[in-house]
């Protein structure tokens, strides 16, 4: 097999072609980059119930707390004591000797937008409430953790006890005494921190918050965050893996939340932002994923909730710290075409809300400081405007005899580009890219795009397709048009899939994507923006499967998915080189390439998928007929020798064979041929 590296050089590569795309699925943010380890901290989630147009919320305020079992009582401190329906326990709200009595009530909140707050009795001392924190707190030896929370004095004087235990043992603790109130005067709230470091390393721990005396207090927004979490909003290890993809953008918040299951819990980004303690919680469209009759309409994800603590401001953040630029994507008036029948007609009055988000999400963006939302992001620290310029109109939307998407997208375009000419649109091709609503899609920007250049930057594509119809599709692209842009938004191969199921990720699913991938780069005048979906899943609390990267509440699982992605974000050229069908051969030997090069190195950068289970030799020729010799820096992902590979983390969160998938840096001489190792990826570069 021969590749030549011609001097010819093609169309330039959009800078940040390859970027991420989170949704808030898979407990990606509560639970997840979100570093917060308490789950519902402020005593306001929702058990949610319901199918497409019949969904009702319960509100469940006591969800994952309980009492905890006093330090002098007859049980081990942090013993689990059963919660009954609802939160309470037996219904009364008084509990078993050495409890507490924990009640869930309103009256005086900390603030309006989440009015209910915990009131909490002791009897006696010791006696004290635990979180259940998302299956248990993990404390890691040596390091700190920052808790605090907000207090009112009822009728108490003592201190306020923090801890981590386990089977009797305490990990950490501390304590912080409360401040003195006179009696007969207004009774504030008031913030507390304090600091615990692990004395031990500990899984499945339990966060208990305990009075030192008798008496009556009320609590809210209790927190506790690793001290080491970046800015103190994002878990280190998962940021960490996202800046090491090098992505160009970030898509947000999703996906179907966005829209949500009803209007009402759809995602108002203006209540994501300011302090969080005023941001609304809500649940997620997520806890409703797989509700039927035999379930009763009610699922183990019942309680997924968004606190929102990673909000629009932080998305920005987050975006500027990776190096992607931002891509929030609008709401159009359309709760979840899947998932329900509300919409907002485009003559009521409050479809203007709607065009005036769009508008001040630009300014809160972009905006300076003297302006309304421009000087609210710089309240939040941010003075600097963050320098959006794209912006995503509705998600995965589609025209229906019911639904007048086109218009609504015609009315956003023209408000938004009234004031703001400079922000570019993505549209939305629905849900697939094989039916009539997908064709139809297209033939509306283009008739549109034909008027107006400026109508549509790029449209959002879907595909969750099985491994095979990547391979069968490298050439998607080569005829489409290019008068309109193409943003391959969310893909994956999918050789099964599943509710927490690891396993759906494979080698080979992550091979046809790379080989996918090269038919994408090849095709950059037209596809100008890439990125593979879901980025996260939590072991255990996974409604989607595969997923680019796992976690659990020790560390991350990167799979061979995220290889490929990151393969691609550290290796993308400048400019294309063309390669004049010589792709075409290679794919008759199941090898798949992309050539580019990067005129800030000076390099060829080869992309080549072995898709066999033969090692292939890969000739690599100059303009002049030579071959190419020299150092080359190779990135591969490859199997084991004996091709069992497993691509993914197994049950549990650990991979049942670590060896299953190797990625590699290392530099090497070339002398004239690239070994391409047995169902393998690589990507290499060399100098021209």
């Known amino acids: 097999m021969k590749l030549k590296l011609e001097k010819e050089k093609g169309g330039k590569i959009n800078e940040g072609m390859i970027g991420l795309f989170f949704e808030d699925i898979n407990y990606a943010a509560d639970g997840g980059l979100y570093a917060e380890m308490i789950e519902n901290r402020s005593f306001e989630f929702y058990d949610c119930y319901g199918d497409k147009g019949a969904y009702y919320v319960k509100h469940d305020p006591g969800y994952g707390w309980s009492p905890a079992q006093a330090a002098d009582g007859d049980g081990a401190p942090g013993e689990n004591i059963t919660c009954g329906e609802n939160g309470t326990y037996g219904g009364s709200g008084v509990y078993d000797e050495g409890a507490g009595r924990l009640e869930y009530v309103m009256g005086s909140p900390l603030y309006r937008e989440n009015p209910h707050y915990l009131r909490f009795t002791a009897a006696k001392p010791g006696q004290g409430f635990q979180n259940q924190a998302y299956g248990g707190i993990f404390l890691e030896k040596g390091k700190e953790y920052r808790v605090s929370f907000y207090a009112r004095q009822v009728d108490y004087e003592g201190s306020f006890r923090v801890s981590v235990q386990k089977g009797g043992s305490v990990y950490a603790e501390a304590s912080v005494s409360c401040q003195s109130v006179p009696k007969n005067v207004w009774r504030k709230w008031i913030r507390y921190e304090l600091t615990l470091k692990a004395e031990e390393t500990v899984e499945n721990g339990v966060f208990i918050l305990s009075l030192e005396e008798a008496g009556t207090v ?87 909730n968004q606190t ?188 099964f899939g599943g509710l927490n199921h690891p396993g759906a990720n494979t080698l080979a699913g992550a091979l046809a994507e790379a080989a996918f991938l090269t038919g994408i780069e090849k095709n950059a005048d037209v596809v100008i923006l890439a990125s593979y979906a879901p980025l996260f899943a939590r072991i255990g609390f996974a409604q989607w499967a595969p997923d680019m990267i796992w976690f659990d509440e020790r560390e991350t699982y990167p799979t061979a998915s995220y290889y490929v992605q990151k393969m691609y974000g550290e290796n993308m050229g400048t400019v294309l080189v063309p390669m004049h069908g010589q792709e075409k051969e290679l794919q008759k030997e199941r090898v798949y390439v992309s050539l580019s090069f990067d005129e800030r190195a000076g390099e060829y950068i080869i992309k080549a998928v072995n898709a066999s289970k ?75």
């Open 614 to 688: 033969e090692a292939k030799a890969l000739e690599l020729f100059d303009a002049e007929e030579k071959p190419v010799r020299g150092t080359a820096v190779i990135k591969e992902l490859k199997g084991p020798d004996d091709g069992a590979a497993c691509g993914s983390v197994a049950s549990g969160g650990k991979c049942s064979r670590p060896e299953a998938v190797s990625y590699e840096e290392r530099d090497t001489e070339i002398s004239g041929t690239l070994m391409l190792a047995p169902e393998s990826f690589v990507a290499v570069r060399v100098k021209e």
């Open 308 to 495: 929102l603590g990673i909000g629009y401001y932080e998305y920005f953040l987050l975006c500027e710290m990776i190096g992607a630029k931002p891509l929030p994507v609008l709401n159009v008036g359309l709760a979840c075409q899947y998932q329900s029948y509300e919409l907002v007609e485009m003559d009521a009055p409050e479809f203007q809300e709607f065009l005036k988000d769009a508008l001040d999400l630009i300014e809160f963006a972009n905006g300076s400081p003297e302006t309304e939302w421009g000087g609210l992001r710089a309240r939040m620290g941010h003075p600097e405007p963050f320098g959006m310029t794209m912006v995503g109109i509705g998600n995965e939307q589609w025209e229906t005899e019911q639904v007048d998407f086109f218009a609504r997208y015609r009315i956003f375009e023209k408000t938004i580009h009234e004031k703001y000419p400079e922000i570019r649109l993505i549209g939305s091709a629905g849900p697939d890219i094989t039916s009539d609503r997908y064709r139809d899609a297209w033939e509306f920007y283009r008739e549109a795009a034909a008027g107006n250049p400026d109508f549509c930057y790029a449209v959002d594509e879907h595909y969750y397709v099985k491994p095979e119809w990547f391979y069968d599709h490298v050439d998607f692209y080569d005829d489409y048009p290019r008068n309109v842009k193409v943003f391959a938004g969310e893909y994956a191969a999918h050789p």
């Open 218 to 304: 009320e609590f809210d927004f209790i927190s506790m965050m690793p001290a080491d979490a970046v800015a103190g909003i994002f878990r280190k290890d998962i940021f960490e893996r996202l800046k090491e993809l090098h992505p160009g953008f970030l898509r947000f918040p999703g996906g179907c939340i966005i829209e949500g299951n009803t209007l009402e819990n759809r995602y108002r980004w203006k209540e994501s932002v300011g302090i969080p303690e005023r941001r609304r919680a809500n649940f997620s469209r997520w806890s409703l994923h797989g509700t039927n009759e035999e379930n009763g309409w009610h699922t183990e994800y019942a309680h997924y």
